[in-house]
């Protein structure tokens, strides 16, 4: 597995990027030692295998009954804790660093099957369970709304992982929303995805082999 901690691209002297690894070292320790389970999600779970970096918060989902023992673990770190008027997660602040601790994301709820889900890495040198990336894209995907429609990041994080994701499920999971098949889309228009076909047309393909050397290429 790709321990992130030697990454190529990653910029020693990004004071940004370090802020936000010290941070997750410090969360992941902390809810560790307090037994929480928690997977590191959004686009460090990406990042993590071999994704573009990122220089948003820190997103570490956790079910909804580790809330508040979560929270409190951060405190107990030294981290400063927000009340957002959101529902679906708690904050933390650790320095300039937003930790959200993501109990209810879009689309998918925190269950310990979404746990088990998660793939366990090596990550910053630390042993840690990072979400599965069908997960990651479909929250982030179901997420998308009128007035949050960046495309930017997930059209990034498509190109540079694209063989790692299984595509037919993501696209089965966020068929309801309409800027997630608008994703499709563009990720197909920019030939970073190939285009979905119907299933029956899938099936119905037929690869004709002609023999060497018999100059025909054509039906009979």
Request: hydrophobic residues 40%.
């Amino acid at each position: 597995m790709l321990s992130r901690g030697t990454h190529p691209e990653m910029s020693t002297d990004d004071e940004g990027f370090e802020a936000i690894e010290h941070a997750l070292k410090r969360s992941a320790a902390a809810l560790r030692d307090a037994g929480v389970p928690f997977l590191l999600g959004g686009s460090l779970a990406s990042w993590a295998r071999g994704g573009p970096e990122t220089r948003h918060d820190l997103d570490l989902m956790i079910r909804p009954e580790d809330a508040e023992t979560a929270l409190q673990a951060l405190v107990d770190a030294g981290m400063t804790a927000e009340d957002p008027p959101e529902e679906w997660l708690v904050k933390a602040w650790d320095g300039e660093v937003l930790v959200d601790l993501i109990f209810g994301p879009k689309g998918l709820p925190m269950t310990d099957e979404v746990l088990e889900r998660g793939e366990t890495m090596a990550v910053l040198g630390m042993e840690m369970r990072v979400m599965a990336l069908e997960d990651v894209i479909t929250t982030k995907l179901m997420a998308l709304s009128e007035h949050a429609l960046r495309y930017e990041s997930l059209l990034q994080i498509a190109r540079a992982l694209r063989e790692q994701v299984d595509w037919a499920e993501v696209r089965s999971r966020t068929s309801g929303s309409p800027f997630a098949r608008a994703f499709f889309v563009l990720a197909e228009g920019l030939e970073i995805l190939p285009a979905d076909e119907p299933e029956g047309r899938r099936q119905a393909r037929v690869r004709v082999v002609t023999p060497q050397g018999s100059g025909h290429s054509g039906p009979g």
